[in-house]
């Protein structure tokens, strides 16, 4: 990052963010990527771009487009959500379909379908390739845009064999993160075709995200692209033996499946969410109580196997 070679990226004379924004677009197949500071804000003006105001976008009822970007579709874009249950974050094509308002005067016109994967808050679950294929046909049919809010998309990659490409088909935009499994500081990066990450590009001047010499952050995402996606399946690893450890307690009560890197379980008894999450505490162990019966461990290329061998012996003394 000290040595990165740095330009003002506003005027779009940085090297290097020009060169992780060409891998990111290459690696998926597409025409051109945008680097943001964050995947907030490249979820949002993905989603500016895709939308006008009074516009629908349908998601899952827990997508963090919807509950963790302080309402932010309706800020940033003058957008209301429809919001639809799902197994474990992820929607089915039946459901987008049946979801679609009629062109009505009363009602809002749909215009975009977002999905998440993996999905955070279904505890890391990955769709299945035919059900995205299934949800962008009826995009298709019904002249809507799909966007993937791709935040942890590396770790779904990782866990299923998918071949990135196969992505850059499907979806008119994918949004992501850096700074998730990846390991970086911050950025993250939307992806789309010339015209889109051009309206894109505005968006993110308007939105206060132009940054001059972005270069240094650029590096760090060079590096992630090449250095960090095949080492996603330690994590993975490391998620699946907590989940084991943890299944036996008699105070957990049901461990969601583990695919990737996060691991949610839910606790009664002994333990409340929160009292569990203050005695790991005490051990100088994070993890969140996300719910009034669920812990929820995330695992990262800063958990080493050291601190799993360690979290493991506490879980044996509680
Ligand atoms: C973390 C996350 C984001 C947003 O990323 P930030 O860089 O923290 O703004 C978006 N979507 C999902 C699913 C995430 O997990």
Redesign the pocket.
Known sequence: MFTAEVGDDVYGEDPSVKLLESMAAQLFGREAALFSP????S?QIGIKVHTRPGDEVICESQA??YI?EGGGIAFNSGSQVKALPGDRGRINAAQVLAAINPDDVHKARTSLVCL?NT??RGGGACYEMAGMQAIREVCKNHNLKLHL?G??LFNALVATGENPLEYGRLFDSI?I?L??GLGCPMG?LLIGDDDYIRQARRVRKVFGGGMRQAGYMAAAGIYALENHIHRLQRDHDHARILAEKLAVKEFVIEVMPVQTNILIFSVAGKYTPASFTTRLREKNIKCSAISPTQVRMVTHLDVTEAMIDRTLQVIDTL
């Open positions: 964050s995947g907030t804000m979820n963090h487009v963790y998440e999905s955070n809010d935040a942890r949004s993160c700074n998730k993250s």
